[in-house]
């Protein structure tokens, strides 16, 4: 499959509000922490904090640049001397 990218929230002031022990560089999969903020929110007995993630396919499946089937239609012809 051809890698697939990108990023939740993306642009400059947007996060999403994440658990407080949420480290960068944890994973799940395709998704992973790519960022984190330094300011802790007080929401009820919790604490909180800005986190950014991504999303790379290439985590979990294979992936390539270009996705064609071998071509497999002129071997047999020049095994058979055509």
Known sequence: ???IR?????????AFLGHENINVGERDGAIS???MG???L?????????AFF??????VVPT??????I???LTPTIYLGV
């Open 1 to 3: 499959m051809r890698n």
């Open 6 to 14: 990108g990023a939740l929230p993306n642009g400059p002031s947007r």
């Open 33 to 35: 922490v790519s960022g």
């Open 38 to 40: 330094d300011d802790y």
């Open 42 to 50: 007080q929401i009820g007995n919790r604490r909180v904090r800005w």
């Open 54 to 59: 991504d999303f790379d396919a290439s985590r």
């Open 64 to 69: 390539a640049n270009e996705n064609r089937p």
């Open 71 to 73: 071509n497999i239609g």
